[in-house]
């Protein structure tokens, strides 16, 4: 379905996209658009991708180096005062339960 929405935006000519339900990114991340809106109900998830905006390489590379253990999953779910640093515990959260790391790489370089 992806790559039917890709083509579908590609031929209209527009030059601005809103991603109603979020959620991955994956329309977002695949299009040319020149204004990419980006919508979810779940407030971190939207903080990730704003992170991501806003400090892409030092996010890849706080990514890189992450230590997959039960220990770190269990310390990550509490929150901190720190807003850059519960977006990565709420991200990274999500990767050792998926096992993802390798594709979340890929996809944000």
Known sequence: ?????????????KKTIIDVFGGSGKILLNTDA?????????????DFFEEV????DAVL???KYTINS?????????KTED?????FRFF?????????WEVVILILQ
Do not use: Q
């Open 83 to 87: 807003w850059t640093e519960n977006v």
């Open 53 to 56: 905006r806003n400090n892409k």
């Open 61 to 63: 590379e706080k990514l």
């Open 92 to 100: 990274t959260g999500i990767c050792f339960h998926l096992m993802a």
């Open 34 to 46: 020149r204004v990419k809106i980006y919508n979810d109900l779940n407030a971190d998830v939207v």
């Open 70 to 78: 039960r220990e770190l999953f269990n310390r990550y779910k509490e």
């Open 1 to 13: 379905m992806l790559p039917d929405i890709i083509e579908i935006f590609r031929n209209s000519g």
